[in-house]
C-alpha cells in the first residue's frame, strides 16, 4: 500500500481530492496536522476539512498535533464524530517553534511524557489510533526507548520518518535504527523517508522484506506518477505524463481560486505546489524561477501557459 504523506501547505483536501482524478497508485493519505490547543482555532473550523461529503479523492485520517491529552482527546472524538475512524498523532514534527513547546518532535526526548500522554489518552479515545514519528529529537537511538511503551497499547501502526528532529531533512535516513525498530515492535510499521524512485523503493522493500505499506512525501509531489509505477509497473511517455501533469495543474488552479482571494494569494498558493512539482521537469529549476517572479494572477497564467506550451 502506498500512503501519501502529509506537506502542510500542500496536502490539503483540494490536493487529495484532485489527485486520483489524474494519477493511480495511492491508497491513502495522512492530512497535514491540525492542532488541538486552546489558542487555536475553534473545532468546527478545524473539522470542516474533514466532512466525508467534501473528502471525496483519497481516503485521509486526519492528524493531530498536540502534547496535551485533554486537547487531544476533545479534538479526536469530534474527528470520530464526523466519521473518521482513525486519527494520527504527530510526534515528528521538527520546526524549532514546535519543539520548544514540546510537541512533535520535542516530545521524542520524554518518554515518560509520552506514555503518560498515551495512558491518560487512550481510554478516552473513541477512534483508532496511529502514530507519526522520528527516530528522535537530538539522537538517533531516542525511539529505543519508545517501541517497549508504544507496544503497551492498541495503536493500529507506526509511521516512522528515520531521521531526527535536529536534522530536518538534511543527512541521509538511519536504516540501521529503523530496523532495530521493526524488530522491536508488535505493531504494524509504516516506512516513510525520501523514496524518490522506483528504485529507491525496490532497494527498501528487499531490505525490509516485512514492510507492506510505504509512505511517500515530496517524491510523489515531485513525480506524481510514481506510485503508479510502483504498483503496476507501468510509465506513460514523458509527453503523455506533461499533459496530464497540465491539466492537474490548471484543475488546482480553479478550484484554489475558489477560496483564496486576492491576486497573489493564488499565485503564491501555486508558488508553492511548483516548489515540489518542479522536480518532475529537466528544467524545473529555470521554470521555477520564472513562475517565482510572477506576483499577480494574471501574470501568473500567462507565464505557466508558456513553461507548458514550450515542454509540450
Ligand atoms: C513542507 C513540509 C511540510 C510537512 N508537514 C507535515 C505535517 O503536517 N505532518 C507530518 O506528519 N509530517 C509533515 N511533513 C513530513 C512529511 O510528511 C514526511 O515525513 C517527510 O517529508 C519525509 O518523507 P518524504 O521524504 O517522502 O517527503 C512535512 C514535510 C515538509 C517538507
Known sequence: MIYLAPIQGITDRIYRNLFPLYFKGVDM??????????????????????????????????????????????????????????????????FPMVVKKGRGAGMLCHPARIESFLEKTMPALKPRLSIKLRIGLTYPDEVLQLIPIFNQFPLTELIIHPRTGVQMYAGGVDLDIFEQCLNLAKHRIVYNGDINSFEKLEMLSKRFGSIERWMIGRGLLGNPFLAEKIKFNTEKPYDEKIKIIRTFHDHLFDEYSKILYGPSHITN?????????????????????????????DNYVDVVKKVFDELI
Not at 496536522?33 to 461529503?53: C, G, H
Request: hydrophobic share 35%.
Open 29 to 94: 493519505a495522512i492530512a497535514p496536522f491540525i492542532s488541538s490547543s486552546k489558542k487555536m482555532k475553534p473545532v468546527n473550523n478545524l473539522l470542516r476539512e474533514f466532512y466525508p461529503d467534501k473528502n471525496t479523492g483519497i481516503p485521509t485520517i486526519p492528524q493531530i498535533m498536540s502534547s496535551d491529552p485533554d486537547d487531544f482527546t476533545k479534538l479526536a472524538n469530534a474527528l470520530y464524530d464526523i466519521g473518521c475512524g482513525t486519527v494520527n498523532w504527530n510526534i515528528g514534527c521538527p
Open 269 to 297: 498558493k501555486m508558488k508553492e505546489i511548483w516548489t515540489y512539482m518542479g522536480g518532475f521537469f529537466e528544467n524545473g529549476e529555470k521554470i521555477r524561477k520564472k513562475i517565482n517572479k510572477t506576483h499577480h494572477r
